[in-house]
């Protein structure tokens, strides 16, 4: 154990022209900003050890985008470790797209795209119609020009971090708010849809469980003061989803209201913990949104009107949900603090996983060409966002099927950090909640915090059960690993932090 460094940074993401904005399959182009987009970054450093965690107001964080901020940071002089930096992401849909690259490209040259695919087995005479013009807009920041802005505010927070290294102090704690839950749902026919519609004889469960629990750690300064804090919970960015502003969503509502009672000068760190099968919105009591969801999953046909939340798609639900998470850190730090500590067992552990890509056969294959070729000879007239959220499933087979050629395994990057009786382990996944409760609940360390869409993005990682349902989240097309691979990572993270912890 030694004297702990830490060192924070913030800085500013949101570029200065529209964007297209990610998440969707419908094209959005940004309006207007609702808050800023931000990157904040936390440093620390003892002795030799060194670590620094970045959280970014984006939907993934691509390997294009991993690879040229270490780039940026490779030669930087001051003995930062570009391999010991972690970057996150909150996952809003309501951010930049850019080209986010793949290990698909790494072992198959150029992949193409589910929408690449569609267009190219259009019957002639057909082409695919975007919503709004994001490929040819010289309006918008988009590709290289969003990648190398976004890499260039990256590098230069963590650096800036770095920097900033200052002896403090640092204690863990635990709240609760009720923000995620399972976004799937079970009929009585053994199916499962994500988003799916309650409203039926045929439906049966919410298919997953929720963790309403919220890992905390303040950090304090020199003089004892509340520097920061990072707020781990089990539930993505996704209130505004779909609509056409640039916002951190609920985040930013939080980090507002968190610096209205602490000072404009505190810095909040958040980090999505595993929530693949999560949201902020409520299927049972379900409250009609106020703005158009551009889904074809999501539409209801006159449904029951209910006192609820409100929508969670609206502005209202992620203030609701914002305020949660801005009372529940400030409560917990109000009602008091074990004794920070300034000394601590610190340890950084970077693991290369090798988690088996989740393949399809050749009966899929066919009955997948055979299903697209039917739609698009039956669709009239040109085809559209919708038509590729009704085809994803084929479209992801035969994508799959070029991929698993000459792809054996994920390569998964894991940081696993010991910072006193605490531990951190990271994925690249959009990893199911189940995943991460196994993980948490079989850690020997006192909190386990899980931060998944880090440093890579590898889609959904869903649970057999979910596998078996069914849908989007659980297709083939919605992520690289299965099942099988989301056991091997839960006994590979499990490995790594308990070594850290044993006597």
Known sequence: ???????????????????????????????????????????????NEQAVLCSADIVSVGYSLVDAVRERLKENGKGLDPGKVT????????????????????????TMSPKGILSEMLPPGKKYVEKVNVSDNKDIMAGQEMLDFLADRISEVILNAWDNRREGSFVNAFGRAAVGMCRRVTYNDGSAQMWGDTNTATFEAVEGGSDTGIELMYFFGENKELVGVIANLACPAQCVQHRMFISPDFWGEAKMLLRKRFGEKLYLLPLCS??????????????????????????????????ADPSMFDIAGMKKAGKRVANEITEVYEEGLDEPISDAE???????????????????????EKAIKEY????????????????????????????????????????????????????????????????????????????????????????????????????????????????????????????????
């Open 274 to 307: 595993a929530a693949g099968d999560q949201c902020p919105v409520d299927l049972v009591r379900w409250v009609e949104p106020e703005s158009d969801v551009n889904d074809p999953n999501m539409k209801r046909t006159d449904p029951p009107k209910r006192k």
């Open 87 to 110: 970057i996150s992401a909150i996952h809003t849909h309501t951010g930049p797209n850019y080209p986010r690259g793949g290990q698909q490209l790494k072992y198959a040259g150029k």
């Open 376 to 503: 698009l000879n039956e669709k009239e007239g040109d085809v559209d966002y919708n038509d590729a959220a009704n085809l994803q499933v084929y479209l992801g087979i035969l994508r799959r099927a070029k991929i698993q050629e000459v792809m054996e395994v994920v390569d998964t990057e894991a940081h696993i950090i010991r910072l006193g009786n605490t531990a951190f382990a990271t994925n690249p996944f959009e990893l199911f909640l189940d995943y991460g409760n196994q993980i948490k609940a079989r850690s020997l360390a006192e909190q386990t915090f899980i931060a998944q869409l880090t440093n890579g993005a590898e889609g959904y990682l869903p649970t057999e059960k979910a596998e078996k349902g069914g849908h989007y989240s659980a297709f083939i097309s919605s992520g690289q690993v299965g099942h099988a691979g989301g056991e091997l990572l839960v006994r590979e993270t499990l490995k790594e932090i308990n070594d850290l912890f044993k006597k």
């Open 346 to 368: 610190f340890k950084h552990v970077v693991c290369n996983f090798k988690l088996p890509l989740r393949r399809t056969t050749l009966t899929e294959i066919k009955a997948a």
């Open 1 to 47: 154990m030694g004297k702990l460094l830490f060192g924070w940074a913030e800085i500013s993401i949101t570029p200065d022209k529209k964007i297209s904005l990610a998440g969707q399959f419908a094209e959005r182009i940004s309006e207007y900003v609702e808050k800023p987009l931000t990157a904040t970054a936390l440093a620390i450093q003892s002795g």
